[in-house]
Each structure stands twice: as C-alpha cells, then as structure tokens.
C-alpha cells in the first residue's frame, strides 16, 4: 500500500513570494488534514477535509492562506504571500474515519527568506 | 480549555537503558489518545491508540499505559536502541468535534 505523498519535500522562497504544496492520501482515506510544524513544535491543524468538503479551517490564517481538495483525493495548501513567521513543515495526513489512525507524508519543509 | 502536556522535553539515554515519557491532558470528553514517533525530518509514524476502557497496550519494545482518571499516559521504551532517538508526540482526540490535541512532543537521543 502507497503511504501519502507529498511535494516538494523542501522548498526556498522569500518573503511575498508565494508556493503551493501537494499532497496525495492513502487511497479510500476520505479524512485529509494539512499541519503546520514548526522547529520544536508539535503540529498544528491547519484545515481538515473530509472528501471535498472542509469540516475546520477555524486556524487557517485565510488572508494568506488557501487549499483545496475537489474531487475528494489530492489536495493543495497555497501560502500567497508567504512571511518569515511561515518557515515551516507542513504535513499532510489522511485517516481513514473522523477518528481513525493517522497516516502522514514525509512533509515539505518550506524556508521564507 | 484541552491541552495536552508532554513531559521531560528532552531527555537523553544511553544505549540499552529504559525510559519513561509522560503525557497529561484536560482535553473532555475523551475519545482516545495515542503516541507518534517522529524521526528528523520525516513524518511521525503512529505507535499505539489506546481509548477510554485500555490501560496498557504494548508495540514490541513500546509500552504505553493510560490513566483516564488522572488523565495521564506513559510511554515506556525497553532496552534503548540508537534508532529510538527521535521525538514522540502525544496526541488525545476528544473535545468538540473530535478535534486532535497534539502535545509539544519530548525529544529522545539515545547516545552509545
């Protein structure tokens, strides 16, 4: 069984730029949720899907941040324009249920300089 | 207010010792708990899930015991290996909306 992919695993930018992170689950996995961690940190919930439809945004800073999931697989997370304060990995993970186990990508570590 | 507290935030051992990791929540009502490991630079990598009527439930050298009266976990790791060292992460669902309450993690280094 594929774990979650996600892309890029590491990506440069400076500030105002803006960068889009990929991400594809676990096949069948209908809860997909995006994480934001910090160096030190533990993950903080960005937004969290299940299939296309978005059950909480409630942290999701929305003035700069976006993501998408519309045909209920992959999903997209937009930083435009990114800030220093948004160095980051930002992880990926899917679950099968509401409460199920987690499964997370690798992450895409993002630099803004 | 749910939180989850993780307790030491470091700590290093040598090869072969044991160690304990703590982790202490408010999150109400309690769904169920569970403890991720995460390598440098990787994803973390879920090591049990144990729910409310659990009080211990093992993964080969990975002990992890749940007080839900206290509202307490422990994460017991046997017989160190250098390939333990990473940061373990508790995480308790509950709360509304069975929304994940993650703790800040603790950082093990296992040193030869």
């Known amino acids: 069984e594929a774990g979650v992919a996600q892309s890029p695993r590491y990506k440069i930018i400076e500030k105002r730029q803006s960068v889009a992170f990929w991400c594809n689950p676990i096949s069948g996995h209908a809860t997909l949720y995006w994480y934001q961690q910090i160096l030190g940190q533990g993950p903080k919930l960005l937004i969290q899907?299940?299939?296309?439809?978005?059950?909480?945004d409630s942290q999701l800073p929305k003035d700069r941040f976006s993501a998408e999931r519309l045909k209920g697989v992959d999903s997209t997370l937009k930083i435009q324009p990114a800030k220093l304060e948004d160095s980051a990995v930002y992880l990926c993970?899917?679950?099968?249920?509401?409460?199920?186990?987690?499964?997370f990508g690798e992450g895409s570590r993002l630099t803004v300089l | 207010k749910n939180q989850v507290e993780q307790s030491p935030q470091s700590l290093i051992i040598l090869e072969g010792k044991n160690c304990t990791l703590q982790c202490n929540y408010t999150v109400s009502p309690f769904s169920n708990l569970r403890w991720y490991k995460q390598d440098t630079g990787r994803g973390p990598v879920s090591l049990t899930i144990?729910?409310?009527?659990?009080n211990t439930k093992s993964n080969g050298r990975y002990t992890a015991t749940l007080d839900a009266d206290t509202k307490q976990s422990s994460l017991h790791i046997t017989a160190s290996q250098l390939s333990d060292s990473a940061s373990y992460i508790c995480v308790v669902s509950g709360g509304s909306g069975y929304a994940l309450n993650f703790g800040k993690g603790t950082s093990l280094l296992v040193t030869p």
């Open positions: 144990m729910t409310f009527s659990e």
């Open positions: 899907f299940q299939n296309n439809g978005v059950v909480d």
């Open positions: 993970a899917g679950a099968k249920e509401f409460t199920g186990e987690l499964f």
